[in-house]
């Protein structure tokens, strides 16, 4: 059906009604199951980080397993709560590659920061 608008110019109804539908068709649904599994390893894992500190474990062991459970939570949050398991690899890659570029360039830092310490009790004496 074609309808003529205020300035003249036919407008095809039909191929409105078309096009709406097909954008709606394309919304995605997810199981709630995959939610609720992800609700219960987040609460599992969180239990866990907080059993770290109930059994006084200290020094690196505890710090290593209180990041390792984070960075766990934090991607099991991203993947499924933020949609990224189900997003396109560039889109993916696009928002996850920056971070683990700076947490590489942190770490090339910390591994120069101990020869720069170095150098510098050797070249000047004493500490700082």
């Given at each position: 059906m074609t309808d003529t608008t205020a300035n003249g110019h036919a407008h095809d109804r039909g191929h409105e009604q078309t096009v709406a539908h097909v954008s709606t068709d394309?919304?995605?649904?997810?199981?709630?199951?995959v939610y609720l599994i992800v609700w219960g390893w987040l609460f599992v894992l969180s239990a866990c980080s907080y059993l770290v500190d109930y059994v006084h474990l200290q020094g690196i062991l505890r710090w290593s397993l209180i990041l390792i459970f984070m960075v766990l939570k934090a991607g099991l949050?991203?993947?499924?709560f933020m949609?990224?398991?189900?997003?396109?690899?560039?889109?993916?890659?696009?928002?996850?590659?920056?971070?683990v570029a700076v947490l590489v360039f942190v770490a090339i830092m910390v591994f120069e920061s101990d020869y720069t310490a170095l150098m510098r009790m050797t070249f000047f004496g004493g500490g700082p």
């Open positions: 394309q919304h995605q649904e997810h199981p709630i199951r949050i991203v993947a499924v949609h990224m398991m189900w997003e396109r690899p560039a889109l993916s890659y696009a928002i996850l590659l920056p971070p």
